[in-house]
T-cell receptor, first 114, second 112 residues
Framework: AAGVIQSPRHLIKEKRETATLKCYPIPRHDTVYWYQQGPGQDPQFLISFYEKMQSDKGSIPDRFSAQQFSDYHSELNMSSLELGDSALYFC?????????????FGQGTRLTVV | KQEVTQIPAALSVPEGENLVLNCSFTDSAIYNLQWFRQDPGKGLTSLLLIQSSQREQTSGRLNASLDKSSGRSTLYIAASQPGDSATYLCAAASGGSYIPTFGRGTSLIVHP
């Protein structure tokens, strides 16, 4: 069965650079979530989209933005990168529109800022 | 705002033991609760999902229970094996977007 696909799997950037992370949800899933997991931390919710519209916002820095496209894939854009942005970034998708469905997580993108 | 706590933070047991991991949440108006496994530096593998209307779910040696009224869930692992060594996270889905809120996890080591 198709899973949530994230790309790239690993990314190394320098401070003040920009990064774009991509997420391809499970086909027909209507909701996408983005999370950030720092070293030794729990995943923190950043932002979510339902049917291509932003639905909720968590602890997403102003330097970050995200969108969901017509084909339902989502991108997290990160600018003016800081050392503290080094983390594992997860994308998840679900059929939330059908009520409390299971969230399926991708394998994550490991971002290292040097 | 939903807050999720997991106890203990770390656990080290000999192979073969039965063990219980605890998860508590502050907002009982959850839609579901998921348990995940995470190996070091790796992604999240979903183990069990309990809908708010359910009391428990079982998969192999794993059994998860949910008590919404007390804001608690437990993950029971029977006959633990070294391959079970990992971090176990619970996530409670709440809010309009059913956003999963995670606990910090229980780091489990099962030694031979």
């Amino acid at each position: 069965a198709a899973g949530v696909i994230q790309s790239p799997r690993h990314l190394i950037k320098e401070k003040r650079e920009t990064a774009t992370l991509k997420c391809y949800p499970i086909p027909r899933h209507d909701t996408v979530y983005w999370y950030q997991q720092g070293p030794g931390q729990d995943p923190q919710f950043l932002i979510s989209f339902y049917e291509k519209m932003q639905s909720d916002k968590g602890s997403i820095p102003d330097r970050f933005s995200a969108q969901q496209f017509s084909d339902y894939h989502s991108e997290l854009n990160m600018s003016s990168l800081e050392l503290g942005d080094s983390a594992l970034y997860f994308c998840a998708s679900s059929l939330a529109g059908q009520g409390a469905a299971e969230a399926f997580f991708g394998q994550g993108t490991r971002l290292t800022v040097v | 705002k939903q807050e999720v706590t997991q106890i203990p933070a770390a656990l080290s047991v000999p192979e073969g033991e039965n063990l219980v991991l605890n998860c508590s949440f502050t907002d009982s108006a959850i839609y579901n609760l998921q348990w995940f496994r995470q190996d070091p530096g790796k992604g999240l593998t979903s183990l069990l999902l309990i809908q708010s209307s359910q009391r428990e779910q079982t998969s192999g040696r794993l059994n998860a229970s949910l008590d919404k009224s007390s804001g608690r869930s437990t993950l029971y692992i029977a006959a633990s094996q070294p391959g079970d060594s990992a971090t176990y996270l619970c996530a409670a889905a709440s809010g309009g977007s059913y956003i999963p809120t995670f606990g910090r996890g229980t780091s489990l080591i099962v030694h031979p």
